[in-house]
């Protein structure tokens, strides 16, 4: 069984403070995604990286795939408020489906 | 373009009764997905639609739940009779094509089981 692993679980910081995220399985996974959800909203897709070292910014976030496709992690600088919620990280399985992680819930106080 | 469409938003209900979901995927896209999220969880996927059929459903509790896509447009999810652990946000996506396109998510309807 395929099971992505994210940590921390929960994560509450002060606006401009950077953090990290990570995403980690013991399988290897052809793709992983990042996406954010809010409250009563369904995930919204970031960004996929496919390419096992691979390096994607978007804007303030960060995205790197390990180089043995298994973890990735999310970095953000200087947080801001509207940085709040639940980043999930999703890779697809054997079958082609999206297996996601519980996620990391982010708090960014003003 | 409008985005992928669920009603309801919010459901209670008691235990044994049934429920409903409908979902409408955006414009012309054929895979449509239902996916239960627990609290604290990530989504887990239920069923897999291409166009009209379920071509993966290997996850759907079939003694309760049903699904069905008539004309490979909009889509419902039922439960029958409805259990406390049913208690979830039901999410409805659709992607163009294969399961490689990317998803895009509706709002989810809450389903409460008391």
């Known amino acids: 069984t395929q099971l992505l692993e994210q940590s921390p679980q929960f994560l509450s910081i002060q606006e401009g403070e950077n953090l990290t995220v990570y995403c980690n399985s013991s399988?290897?996974?052809?793709?992983l995604q990042w996406y954010r959800q809010e409250p009563g909203e369904g995930p919204v897709l970031l960004v996929t990286?496919?390419?096992?070292?691979e390096v994607k910014k978007l804007k303030r976030l960060t995205f790197q795939f390990g180089d043995a496709r298994k973890d990735s992690s999310l970095h953000i600088t200087a947080a801001q408020p509207g940085d709040t919620g639940l980043y999930l990280c999703?890779?697809?399985?054997?079958?082609?489906?999206?297996?996601f992680g519980k996620g990391t819930k982010l708090s960014v106080k003003p | 373009e409008a985005g992928v469409v669920q009603s309801p938003r919010y459901k209670i209900i008691e235990k044994k009764q049934p429920v409903a979901f409908w979902c409408n995927p955006i414009?012309?896209?054929?895979?449509l997905y239902w996916y239960r999220q627990n609290l604290g969880q990530g989504p887990e996927l239920l069923i897999r639609?291409?166009?009209?059929?379920?071509?993966?459903d290997s996850q759907l509790p079939k003694d309760r739940f049903s699904a069905e896509r008539l004309k490979g447009v909009d889509s419902t999810l039922k439960i029958q009779p409805a259990e406390l652990g049913d208690s979830a946000v039901y999410l409805c996506?659709?992607?163009?094509?294969?399961?490689?396109?990317?998803?895009?998510f509706g709002p989810g309807t809450r389903l409460t089981v008391l």
């Open positions: 996506a659709s992607s163009r094509w294969t399961t490689t396109d990317t998803q895009y």
């Open positions: 399988s290897v996974f052809s793709s």
């Open positions: 990286v496919v390419t096992g070292g």
């Open positions: 999703a890779g697809r399985g054997s079958q082609g489906n999206l297996i």
């Open positions: 414009s012309g896209h054929n895979t």
């Open positions: 639609y291409e166009n009209e059929e379920a071509v993966d």
